[in-house]
């Protein structure tokens, strides 16, 4: 299921390239309508001939103002799933978001071609190891759990003629979003929640479910990202009454307290967000500088949020110096040394072969400094797990915020690996590494890391909403209360005090 769900949220920016056959929005309509009912909330088409896998990478980290590496994995997988796809016949997929399906997730329907024999066969062979299966259902390839698919078998379908002309609208582009609201799906709106709340924009609900009777977008790339969003309203009167419901919800959204404190300035994205109103339809159209604007305040929003509860890179380098520990009988030095003494390489350097980066650690010099002409040009090369969720420019210039604590009672205290013994008061009482401040990063390579100071031990430690993200000598990864005390920091930075710490 992975691999569908990651090629549908690429394939929403694809890139546009020849397209094989003329548009015809009627035709895509007549295509889906067999795996269609009235419990149909959503279809996406996405045109698989018209995607080049380099240039879809390339657009998402220009909108989300990140490094095209962070998709690196995505990448790979796409560059070799795609061509396989077309080989075996396969050309375009239809997503189906239905009412009755709300649990399991969307289902796929890839339409069979004269040469799309071993279709049937690709699909069950990549469905093989999840919940889902793929099976011949009339003209098409349904990927979805067995349940699904055991329903669409009996489905009776109900013409929904809105979709062609949302597809229409949606336009000749390589992916078309349509949203299709039931009757059904307004009538519970409007049984659960007749007004919207105050944090909503407040007023009746039913300026939005009888205002909006489908809406339509198209997305292309080429040659910059361009999004097409149409709503499309009963009347005119509807239509306006629409907009001003959409102009109290995107005001009260960017009032929100919680919102702002983590995605500060969200009210100069009204603008931005914000339809015109023509005759009986909401149009928005944005270039990829506008997108970029709308996207980049929740991608730093995510960005946060990750850094806060989800720190699972920090965790790797944390079992990557237990098992440098297990190898070496202790964890390494702050960094290796020539024969005067200078430092030359960082400890995250000497790391790599424990955590599956063992072909860039051999392509160190470590008899050379970390800016030495050679060991330099490695630096742009910053494994993942140190760039964790850094601010896009920290990557570009390979620093890192995830940094060693120096000083004599740390875990990191002269030229040489601390043995576990030598931690006396407690591996789980015990800071190993600290997530530091934005302006305190280093470059990952260098043999520089963050200075401890007993007498101010918050000084440069990066406080986020929840608190300060450290990594103890247990393997453990914990946010500290901005609320700490400044003793019980001083203790807990140190790995043989003979303190008592009590923390939560």
């Not at 080989?87 to 040469?115: Q, W």
């Not at 453990?476 to 003793?487: D, G, Q, R, Y």
Request: charged content about 25%; hydrophobic content about 45%.
């Amino acid at each position: 299921m992975y691999r569908f769900i990651v090629a549908i949220l690429l394939l929403t920016t694809a890139p546009l390239a020849a397209a094989e056959t003329k548009f015809d929005a009627n035709q895509l309509a007549k295509t889906i309508a067999p795996y269609l009912d009235d419990r149909t909330l959503a279809v996406i088409h996405v045109d698989v001939t018209r995607l080049e896998v380099k240039s879809l990478v390339e657009a998402f980290a220009r909108l989300s103002g990140g490094d095209a590496r962070d998709f690196d994995s995505d990448r790979k997988r796409l560059a070799m799933l795609l061509p396989s796809f077309r080989k075996a016949g396969g050309k375009e997929i239809y997503v189906v978001f239905s009412l009755i399906d709300l649990i399991d997730g969307p289902f796929y329907v890839v339409p069979m071609t004269d040469e799309g024999k071993p279709l049937p066969g690709f699909l069950g062979g990549l469905t093989r190891q999840s919940n889902l299966t793929a099976e011949k259902i009339g003209s098409a390839v349904v990927v979805a759990p067995k349940t699904t698919v055991e329903r669409i078998r009996k489905l009776k379908p109900v013409g929904r003629p809105e979709l062609a002309r949302a597809f229409t609208i949606a336009g000749d582009a390589a992916v078309q979003a349509c949203l299709l609201p039931t009757a059904d799906v307004r009538r519970a709106l409007e049984e659960m929640l007749p007004k919207l709340p105050d944090d909503f924009g407040g007023g009746s609900i039913k300026d939005l479910t009888r205002g909006l009777q489908w809406a339509a977008a198209g997305v292309d790339v080429t040659p910059a990202v361009h999004l097409r969003l149409t709503l499309q309203a009963p009347d005119a009167d509807s239509a306006r009454t629409l907009y001003a419901a959409l102009v109290r919800l995107f005001k009260a959204l960017a009032r929100n307290k919680l919102l702002a404190e983590y995605a500060p300035h969200l009210d100069r994205l009204v603008p931005l967000v914000t339809p015109a109103v023509a005759g009986d339809r909401l149009t928005l159209t944005r270039d990829e500088k506008e997108l970029a604007s709308m996207i980049r305040p929740f991608v730093a929003l995510d960005q946060r949020r990750r850094r806060e509860l989800n720190h699972n890179d920090l965790g790797r380098i944390l079992r990557a110096l237990h098992d440098y520990h297990a190898a070496n009988k202790h964890f390494p030095a702050v960094a290796n040394y020539d024969k005067q003494k200078k430092p030359l390489l960082s400890w995250r350097v000497h790391l790599l072969p424990y955590l599956g980066e063992k072909k860039l650690y051999q392509e160190f010099h470590l008899n050379e400094p970390w800016d030495s002409e050679h060991n330099k040009k490695l630096i742009a090369r910053i494994p993942a797990v140190f760039r964790s969720v850094n601010p896009p420019q920290l990557v570009k210039e390979g620093k890192t915020t995830f940094l060693a604590p120096l000083g004599d009672a740390t875990m990191f205290p002269d030229k040489r690996g601390v043995r576990i013994v030598e931690v006396s008061d407690g591996t789980s009482n015990t800071i190993f590494l600290v997530d530091v401040e934005d302006a305190r990063a280093v470059v990952w390579t260098k043999p520089e890391d963050w200075k401890y100071d007993p007498a101010d031990p918050f000084k440069g430690l990066a406080l986020r909403a929840r608190g300060y993200v450290v990594g103890f000598v247990d393997g453990s990864v914990s946010v500290l209360s901005k609320n700490i005390a400044k003793e019980t920091l001083q203790a807990l930075f140190t790995r043989n005090g003979g303190e008592v710490v009590n923390w939560p």
